[in-house]
């Protein structure tokens, strides 16, 4: 049972460069969210989607790109890496109630 | 837009203390309330969650409280021990997948 799968766990990026972050659940949930953290701000909402073929903003959609072509996979695109983009993501997938998150990606734009 | 204040930002208790940590929600709609505990370097976990019709849930040694009049709840946490550090939040969904996530408590537990 894996669960909620995120790769690559960590990345170095040149600015400019850009780059797919992938994140894949098993539990047929219909919703999936991609998350950034960063010290002393908690969790902010980059993208969501609540089922295949449908996403949505969140609280920090700029720079980044998603799509939902099945229920399983959501990657995050990152257009053009800032070093602002710097952080630690996640990928969550929920049905009703908890949030089930990958082990998060480590991102460092330089 | 939809708001959630936590307080405090840091916490430090003896071994064997209680711990109480407070979220301040806007959305009136927000239906779903859960708490993550997060342990360095790894990633959020459930950790007891309530919802808008119950007043007070309690697991062992965590129980939180909900006040949807004033649109705050409190996760307490009795008797800590040294593996209760961690980072702690708070999150109010009113539907199933828009979380909307506090910026989180150190709680450190001193032995």
């Known amino acids: 049972n894996a669960g909620v799968t995120q790769t690559p766990k960590f990345q170095v990026l040149k600015t400019g460069q850009s780059m797919t972050l992938q994140c894949a659940q098993d539990?047929?949930?219909?919703?999936m969210s991609w998350y950034r953290q960063d010290p002393g701000m908690g969790l902010r909402l980059i993208h969501y989607?609540?089922?295949?073929?449908?996403?949505d903003q969140g609280e920090v959609p700029n720079g980044y790109n998603v799509s939902r072509s099945t229920t399983e996979d959501f990657p995050l695109r990152l257009l053009s890496a800032a070093p602002s983009q710097t952080s630690v993501y996640f990928c969550?997938?929920?049905?009703?109630?908890?949030?089930?998150f990958g082990q998060g990606t480590r991102l460092t734009v330089v | 837009g939809e708001n959630v204040e936590q307080h405090p930002s840091t916490l430090s208790v003896q071994e064997g203390d209680s711990a109480v940590i407070k979220c301040t929600y806007s959305?009136?709609?927000?239906?779903?309330f859960p708490w993550y505990k997060q342990e360095l370097g790894k990633r959020p976990q459930l950790i007891i969650d309530?919802?808008?019709?119950?007043g007070e849930k309690k697991d062992q040694r965590i129980a939180v409280t909900l006040n949807k009049t004033a649109k705050h709840f409190s996760l307490h946490i009795t008797e800590t021990q040294p593996e209760d550090s961690a980072v702690y939040f708070c999150?109010?969904?009113?539907?199933?997948?828009?979380?909307?996530f506090g910026t989180g408590t150190r709680l450190k537990v001193l032995a």
């Open positions: 309530i919802r808008s019709n119950v």
């Open positions: 999150a109010t969904t009113s539907g199933t997948y828009k979380y909307i």
């Open positions: 959305d009136s709609a927000s239906n779903y």
């Open positions: 969550a997938s929920s049905r009703s109630g908890e949030a089930f």
């Open positions: 539990m047929n949930h219909e919703y």
């Open positions: 989607s609540v089922g295949a073929g449908i996403t």
